[in-house]
């Protein structure tokens, strides 16, 4: 899998055409609020994780109920995507037993798709249109959030902040 770490810096914005099938939607995941933002040296916030069936998607805003809805304009981070199999190959190597990839805090588990593709392009999924916009870069929270050595584990390979283009709802592929 590429790493997007190893993706050449700023592009035009390209439209990447799905070459196989859509990718799966494993889980969706929002939450209210930051748990790591503001709260360097000390202990993470305690905002949980809510695991949705469908999360609607605003354009230019963000997703309804989520910590980053109207962040800021023209927020790179307005959705993020993580990708199941950096997840199972982090819970083995690092030897994790009982961790969900909400831990991850980011809103979209998908399955069948590398990330990297999708750095500086357009996509669409399930209807709803998105602009990868950079890594998720993870921070030393991912030792604390997942166990030792994720941080290290995911540099490179921590995800896909992205913009949404389009209004539209994602839905746990069945």
Same mark, same amino acid.
């Given at each position: 899998?590429? /790493?997007?770490?190893?993706?050449?810096?700023?592009?035009?914005?390209?439209?990447?055409?799905?070459?196989?099938?859509? +990718? /799966?939607?494993?889980?969706?995941? $929002?939450?209210?609020?930051?748990?790591?933002?503001?709260?360097?040296?000390? +202990?993470?916030?305690?905002?949980?994780?809510?695991?949705?069936?469908?999360?609607?998607?605003?354009?230019?805003?963000?997703?309804?109920?989520?910590?980053?809805?109207?962040?800021?304009?023209?927020? /790179?981070?307005?959705?993020?995507?993580?990708?199941?199999?950096?997840?199972?190959?982090?819970?083995?190597?690092?030897?994790?037993?009982?961790?969900?990839?909400?831990? !991850?805090?980011?809103?979209? !588990?998908?399955?069948?798709?590398?990330?990297?593709?999708?750095?500086?392009?357009?996509?669409? $999924?399930?209807?709803?249109?998105?602009?990868?916009?950079?890594?998720?870069?993870?921070?030393?929270?991912?030792?604390?959030?997942?166990?030792?050595?994720?941080? /290290?584990?995911?540099?490179?390979?921590?995800?896909?902040?992205?913009? $949404?283009?389009?209004?539209?709802?994602?839905?746990?592929? +069945?």
């Amino acid at each position: 899998m590429q /790493k997007l770490g190893s993706i050449p810096g700023p592009s035009p914005l390209t439209f990447a055409p799905m070459t196989s099938p859509q +990718p /799966k939607v494993l889980g969706l995941f $929002i939450s209210a609020d930051h748990n790591f933002f503001g709260h360097h040296d000390l +202990p993470p916030g305690t905002s949980p994780v809510e695991e949705r069936s469908s999360v609607l998607c605003l354009a230019g805003r963000g997703i309804e109920g989520d910590r980053f809805l109207d962040f800021k304009p023209d927020y /790179k981070g307005q959705i993020t995507f993580f990708a199941s199999e950096v997840f199972t190959e982090l819970t083995q190597t690092l030897g994790l037993k009982n961790v969900h990839p909400s831990a !991850l805090r980011r809103n979209v !588990l998908t399955e069948g798709v590398d990330l990297a593709h999708w750095f500086n392009a357009e996509f669409e $999924i399930q209807g709803v249109r998105f602009a990868g916009a950079g890594e998720c870069s993870p921070c030393y929270w991912m030792d604390r959030a997942l166990g030792p050595g994720a941080e /290290k584990f995911l540099k490179g390979r921590g995800g896909l902040r992205a913009r $949404i283009l389009s209004t539209g709802t994602l839905h746990v592929t +069945p």
